[in-house]
């Protein structure tokens, strides 16, 4: 959703005022089964498409991007309440992305990293894009950091 800004309308010849980013978060998860090397996956919302992601992530972090994969997962419907009513969770949209070279996955908390998801070859160093998301929740929102795998310093 776009903020309501007012700006001054736009004539010929006299440059663009707007910047245009986008209203999507898309979050970095840890695979529940393993995964070939230069697949990550990505939790989006379900308004975004295929070509929407592969845009954001090859215009905005210049990530080279293979194929993408996008299923919806369904939410759990199993709790209840105290009134013994079922309660969904809410649907959500799963893409399975797959790159042109292999990278590493970083995952971070508040600073603190959770692990390193090693990857097999290092790409060229003009890849040195990171890409970061932020999860939407209450509280702090923990960080996702994600960038290529870097060749070892000799």
């Not at 797959?98 to 996955?105: D, H």
């Not at 070859?121 to 970061?132: D, E, F, H, K, Q």
Request: glycine share 6%; charged share 20%.
């Amino acid at each position: 959703m776009a903020r309501n800004v007012l700006y001054p309308l736009y004539q010929l010849g006299n440059p663009q005022l707007r910047v245009f980013r986008t209203n999507f978060f898309i979050q970095l998860v840890r695979p529940g089964m393993a995964q070939p090397e230069d697949t990550v996956q990505f939790r989006i919302p379900m308004e975004m498409t295929r070509v929407d992601l592969r845009n954001y992530l090859e215009r905005i972090y210049h990530v080279p991007v293979a194929a993408v994969r996008t299923r919806v997962q369904h939410g759990s419907n199993r709790r209840r309440d105290y009134r013994n009513v079922r309660i969904k969770k809410p649907d959500y949209k799963v893409a399975h992305v797959q790159l042109i070279r292999s990278f590493s996955a970083r995952l971070e908390v508040d600073g603190a990293a959770l692990g390193v998801l090693a990857r097999a070859a290092p790409p060229p160093p003009i890849l040195g894009a990171a890409l970061r998301c932020v999860t939407r929740g209450g509280g702090p929102a923990p960080h996702v950091a994600w960038g290529p795998l870097l060749p070892p310093a000799h």
